[in-house]
């Protein structure tokens, strides 16, 4: 039974709701009557009018957003232009407090909203950050890596225009054999704390390039992404390490992408430089991820030798109602062009995303209306069942 608490709007709204929640079943609907209720509540939604009385969005947002598990959160919109910039304003605040999973609701309200917000909600369960018991330290980290406790999935990427599966993201998991599946927001920051974020990425990389050449042996043509952070950039010879690592999987360089943070671009961008160019001269295709987030200038975009910029999924989510949210997709998407890149969309949820972003122009597409991240069984199904990429040429792995 999903729980949804409605903070402000009338009885009219109210029961809408109840009458919703009626008929497609599953829901208990309930209106905030005591601020205690809403941190002990539980709730997987939360809808709020921010322009009713008696109620502080701020501090309504701020409790929402140390709440663990953290609910899915809809703002109701209003048709008067006065009211629209005011709530526009409180949701921009909830995603700069960290409410991802975030959706503007139309008064009266439509089915297909709602069924978007139920959407964030079943979504919100796989990405929401794992609480982590205190007793988590260095030995407990090194030996779930020892241990292969730390699992690779695998997030399809697809070309907009062809609608093909052309590769996949490698993203980590954390299979703890007491506290079930832990999501990386739990661990990552502290990987990077105890100075272990290096063995995590060759971890990583390894599991994929084990993945491409179970790939190519099924006649699958598909490149993988692995995510390297600034630290493992620091690591000496690490454009030696990644080749030796690909010609011991008997692979091609052209079957890597490296999807580098644009946080990490603006630390000691020569030593990242130097080696972002051996990477790129001998075939691995170089990614600006989570593009439009961090703090790099225009300057250090153009000088990495990037094929892809990758749209952060904060701007995808809400260009379909945000304007400047769609103005910032289209233009970073002919950014990217002007530059020589491909534009990637992060965070496609709907088909209206899509046609959306293949009217800007934008090349390839990942997120959940295609398949959330899965492991190497579930994606190999989904490249069986979902149109591919058709194989360009054979690989004669004796010259490797």
Not at 258 to 281: C, H, P, W
Request: net charge negative.
């Amino acid at each position: 039974m999903k729980k949804i608490l409605l903070i402000g709007g009338d009885d009219v709204l109210l029961n809408e709701l109840l009458d919703y929640g009626d008929r497609i079943g599953g829901f208990d609907v309930s209106r905030l009557t005591d601020y205690s209720n809403l941190a002990a509540g539980q709730f997987d939604l939360v809808i709020m009018d921010s322009l009713a009385e008696d109620i502080s969005p701020i501090a309504i947002i701020k409790t929402l957003a140390v709440l663990s598990p953290m609910p899915a959160f809809g703002l109701l919109m209003t048709h008067e232009d006065a009211g629209k910039r005011i709530q526009e304003a409180f949701f921009q605040y909830a995603r700069a407090k960290g409410i991802r999973h975030t959706i503007k609701l139309k008064y009266p309200l439509f089915f297909g909203d709602m069924q978007a917000l139920i959407s964030r909600s079943e979504q919100h369960k796989d990405t929401q950050r794992t609480k982590v018991p205190l007793q988590i330290n260095t030995d407990m980290l090194r030996a779930a890596i020892d241990q292969r406790e730390f699992k690779v999935h695998f997030q399809p990427k697809i070309a907009l225009k062809s609608q093909h599966v052309i590769g996949a993201e490698a993203l980590i998991r954390w299979q703890h054999p007491n506290l079930g599946m832990i999501m990386p927001d739990a661990f990552i920051p502290l990987i990077e704390e105890c100075g272990l974020m290096s063995e995590m990425t060759w971890l990583v990389l390894e599991g994929a390039l084990e993945q491409v050449w179970e790939w190519r042996r099924l006649g699958y043509d598909f490149k993988v992404a692995v995510n390297f952070s600034a630290s493992t950039f620091s690591t000496p010879g690490i454009s030696r390490i990644v080749l030796d690592m690909i010609r011991a999987a008997h692979l091609y360089p052209d079957c890597l992408s490296i999807e580098l943070t644009e946080s990490a671009m603006v630390q000691n961008l020569d030593i990242l430089l130097e080696s972002l160019m051996e990477l790129y001269k001998n075939g691995i295709e170089i990614s600006i991820d989570d593009f439009g987030t961090g703090y790099s200038s225009l300057h250090q975009v153009s000088v990495i030798p990037a094929s892809e910029l990758k749209v952060d999924q904060s701007f995808v989510r809400d260009m379909l109602d945000n304007t400047v949210d769609h103005l910032i997709v289209r233009n970073t998407v002919r950014m990217a062009h002007s530059l020589g890149m491909r534009a990637l969309a992060e965070g496609v949820e709907t088909k209206r995303h899509v046609q959306a972003l293949a009217r800007t122009g934008c090349d390839e597409a990942q997120g959940y209306f295609y398949s959330r991240p899965i492991d190497e069984q579930a994606f190999r199904a989904y490249a069986n069942n979902n149109p591919v990429r058709e194989v360009t040429r054979y690989f004669n792995l004796n010259k490797l």
